[in-house]
């Protein structure tokens, strides 16, 4: 002991990461590039259209898991805990939009046509905009309680006890939602005006590229709501108590934030937010069933921790690159797609490996990890 | 009578009476109906329905849960009657609103199975006590007085008289217990233990050959969740590693046994013995694979990684990649069946080989727990950086973790393979590791008398009460929810951190697990 007081005392005998990450990086590094060499150069299986087609598809998808991601980081930076249930928040958004074009389907519009028009082929758009409202509202609902009956009760506890409260909670929504509304899938409401397939025609090489009309109303709103959050996280007051909430709850509590209340409405926002991506689901994919939210929401979580959970703007990357990753991924590597699921999971375990906090994540402190 | 009565009794009573209209919805009422009709004696065929008066016993004693929980702790007993009255008449009042839509469907033959699926004529004609309209009024009038009913209750048993019986009944059993202990010879008391376990091994020989193939099956489902959770525990419990992808190893150990005893698609007959070692050697080597790069990674970020991992495995044994390797989504068929000296095995053995395997993991892991090994571990787990400080080769006792418990995985993959003589991508989804991770934390992290009861508890229940089949799952989510309020230490909580908050040094006859024993008992 004596003997070594004067060299530093050496932590660690042997880093293996040290030796074990580079390796491992030029291993996946070396593969993709091999394959994109071969897929783009030498093969030059795909044209610019088809391209173009992945390139939309993973945007339109990637604007659905940024949104659901920011679910999990509001809540993950403020309660430290994975909100599993999430992507049944979803589902229940999902189901409550088609309930609404169900009903709009079936009230008739007097005077309007003859036959009488339905009300959601009357005016599609407020349909459309009613069943937003009417998903987001009941998202948003099911959030507020399942953080008021799961979570709230565990306030404090060990970081393991919300998790599996969080758990159980997403088994007992999938099946109470599997048991009301049956196993079957059902067809998700396809109004006229913005028929699913149907969009604008873009000519690339003289073929033809259809952008959806669902595609682009998926995209464009759910960038709107991506800016609508950011703007009132960083700009209004209920922002900043949550900001303050999610970096100190004590010492917000101290200055007068009513902590319970903020985490409420954190979970009501990323709730409504989730409801809009299940709409919006529904209506670009065309199908309803109990387990439409549970993929999406593992893929959700996943960009989330891609971009640095608890990071905003890091959610909304994440979400955008694991949609790019998911749809250009296959082809540019020249891989099967089924396995576009390996490729968005290898890629973020790739990412983790070198920036163990995600993108755009901050280093986190002991605590907080 | 004032405001708080009215508030808590309709507040508790809109949420019964929710309740109710959704257990309608999922046509729980039938199912808890046909339970009570057997229970008192009339079996109801699979398919009908049960009588009007068992619905109306079901009803009864919900108004009655709903009057007794809508009675507060304090105030006078007027108040709490009034409180129960209250309670008992909002959830009727809710009932009775969604009656009248019912009997409006009911009278208009509206058909809305195509949304609500349980929703049929029969069921809400039960429902409504098969009076039409006469039993909105009946369901009004029956909660109203149940509440009161289970107000009544609550206000006699809260009272000072029964907690003043039940203190006795506490105390004399004390007494008795105490009673017994003292009289028993000192041997007796020291060897107590080793003839608890006795006993326990004398069981666990009987029984597998008594109590039939189902029973066994159940049992040996049990069995392989007990040892995938202490392969869990010695990641998560016991080195603090969140680890959500067990799974994978799980299914290197079931496909290694698979694959070198089917005849498809390889054509290997290793036999099972062998090839239940390589399972677990595979599934060491999936465990330093996957550890290796990931070592820097802590808390979520390892959690959802090894979920990556998990699910990466699981798509590409569904894939077309691999189909020719593994047998693609249709998974291994006709594996071959273990021989021990020449017997063949059936399910009987399967039993006594998961017992075996269980006794040996169980073994297995108190040695490693209360070894060198096992006190860095749960230094690691409580300070990784002062551990490092102190001289523990952080990086290599969490690799040596991530692979001790993945030897767990795999030797429970390889019986499970084996015994259920078929493996596939779907025996190895993120559920398994869901479940597994649920059995831990519900039992007891640390604690192997708790996997073992999260294990029966989580596993084992669930399959006997077939009953409940459509409910289980949903039964099962909410029972999760329910045990993390209540109970979140775990069925059967471990002795250790008790003794830490008591100011344990950290010396070594604190970690001595005879000590931990005796202590926790006083």
């Known amino acids: 002991m004596d003997a070594n007081q004067s060299s530093p005392p050496k932590l660690t005998r042997r880093n293996y990461s040290k030796i074990i990450r580079p390796i491992f990086g030029i291993l996946v590094l070396g593969y993709i590039l091999w394959r994109l060499y071969l897929v783009l150069i030498v093969e030059q299986a795909y044209s610019a259209e088809v391209w173009v087609r992945l390139l939309i598809s993973g945007l339109i998808i990637g604007g659905v898991y940024a949104l659901i991601a920011i679910g999990y980081t509001l809540v993950y930076g403020i309660l430290f805990m994975i909100n599993f249930a999430h992507g049944e928040v979803m589902m229940i958004g999902t189901f409550a939009g088609y309930f609404l074009f169900e009903i709009t389907k079936g009230i008739n519009v007097a005077g309007a046509g003859n036959p009488p028009l339905s009300f959601s082929d009357a005016y599609p758009f407020l349909s459309v905009i009613l069943a937003f409202l009417v998903g987001m509202t009941v998202s948003a609902t099911a959030g507020y309680f399942l953080e008021k009956i799961a979570y709230r009760p565990l306030r404090g506890a060990p970081r393991l006890i919300p998790l599996i409260s969080a758990i159980g909670a997403s088994f007992f929504l999938q099946n109470a939602a599997q048991l009301l509304f049956s196993p079957q899938v059902r067809d998700y409401a396809n109004p006229q005006a913005i028929a699913r397939g ?153 990412i983790l490996v070198f920036r163990p906090s995600g993108l755009l994540g901050e280093v986190l402190s002991e605590e907080k990890v | 009578m004032n405001k708080e009565t009215i ?110 699926t349980a929703l049929s004529f029969a069921s809400i004609d039960i429902f409504l006590l098969g009076l039409r309209g006469m039993g909105i009024l009946t369901l009004f009038g029956l909660f109203t007085l149940t509440g009161v009913l289970g107000g009544a209750l609550a206000v006699g048993l809260r009272s000072q008289a029964v907690a003043n019986f039940i203190k006795k009944i506490k105390t004399s059993i004390r007494n008795l217990r105490q009673r017994i202990t003292d009289s028993l010879p000192d041997n007796v008391k020291k060897y107590g233990k080793y003839i608890f376990y006795l006993l326990l091994l004398v069981l666990l020989l009987l029984l597998p050959a008594r109590w039939g193939s189902y029973n066994n099956f159940v049992f040996g489902m049990v069995g392989i969740y007990v040892i995938l959770g202490i392969g869990l525990n010695i990641m998560l419990g016991l080195s603090g590693q969140f680890m959500i992808g067990i799974a994978a190893l799980f299914a290197m150990g079931a496909y290694s046994v698979a694959l070198l005893n089917s005849p498809f698609p390889h054509g290997l007959m290793w036999g099972f013995w062998p090839s239940l070692a390589v399972g677990v050697v595979m599934a060491v080597i999936g465990g330093l694979l996957l550890g290796l790069p990931i070592m820097r990674l802590r808390g979520d970020y390892l959690g959802i990684v090894t979920l990556g991992f998990g699910e990466i495995i699981r798509i590409l044994l569904n894939s077309d990649l691999l189909t020719d390797l593994t047998g693609g989504p249709r998974g291994i068929q006709n594996i071959q069946q273990p021989t021990f000296l020449g017997m063949p095995f059936n399910d009987v053995s399967y039993a006594y080989l998961i017992i075996i395997a269980m006794a040996v993991s169980i073994f297995l892991y108190y040695r490693i727990e209360n070894s060198r090994t096992g006190r860095a571990w749960l230094s690691i787990k409580e300070d990784a950086l002062v551990s490092q400080a102190t001289g523990v080769d952080v990086q290599k006792y969490k690799l040596l973790a991530l692979c001790v418990g993945a030897a767990f995985a795999g030797l429970a993959g390889g019986i499970f393979a084996a015994r259920n003589q078929f493996t596939g991508p779907n025996d190895h989804t993120l559920m398994v590791s869901i479940n597994v991770l649920s059995v831990v934390i519900v039992g007891g992290i640390n604690s192997i008398p708790g996997i073992i009861l999260g294990s029966f508890a989580l596993r084992g229940l669930p399959e006997l009460l077939r009953e409940l089949e459509t409910y289980r799952l949903l039964v099962f989510g909410a029972l999760l929810v329910f045990m993390m309020i209540v109970r979140p230490e775990g069925l059967w909580p471990a002795s250790r951190p008790d003794l830490e908050e008591k100011g344990n040094t950290g010396l070594k006859e604190d970690l001595d697990p005879e000590e931990n024993e005796g202590r926790s008992d006083d």
């Open chain 1, 198 to 350: 149907s969009g604008w025609n873009l000519m690339i090489n003289e073929s033809r590229i259809v952008i959806t009309y669902t595609g682009v109303l998926t995209f464009v709103l759910s960038i709107l709501l991506m800016i609508g959050l950011y703007v009132m996280v960083q700009k209004t007051k209920l922002g900043k108590a949550m900001r303050a909430v999610a970096s100190d709850k004590k010492t917000a509590a101290l200055m007068g934030i009513d902590v319970d209340a903020i985490i409420s409405r954190t979970f009501i926002i990323s709730g409504a937010l989730a409801g809009a991506a299940g709409v919006m689901w529904g209506l670009h994919n065309g199908l309803v069933h109990f387990y439409v939210g549970f993929l999406p929401g593992i893929k959700a979580f996943t960009a989330a921790v891609l971009g640095g959970i608890g990071n905003i703007p890091g959610a909304m990357l994440g979400g955008m690159f694991l949609g790019l990753v998911e749809s250009l991924g296959p082809t540019a590597l020249g891989i099967s797609f089924q396995l576009k699921d390996v490729i968005a999971f290898l890629i973020m375990i790739v």
């Open chain 2, 7 to 116: 508030r808590t009794g309709s507040q508790k009573g809109l949420l019964f009476g929710i309740v109710m209209i959704f257990l309608v919805l999922i046509n729980f009422h039938i199912m808890a109906a046909t339970m009570i009709s057997k229970v008192l004696g009339t079996n109801v065929l699979r398919g009908a329905f049960p009588e009007v008066r068992f619905m109306i016993i079901f009803l009864v004693i919900f108004g009655m849960w709903a009057g007794w929980s809508a009675v507060r702790r304090e105030g006078s007993t007027t108040n709490k009657l009034f409180e129960g009255l209250i309670g008992g008449m909002t959830t009727g009042l809710v009932v009775a609103l969604f009656g009248l839509i019912l009997f409006f469907l009911l009278e208009t033959q509206t058909d809305v199975r195509r949304y609500l």
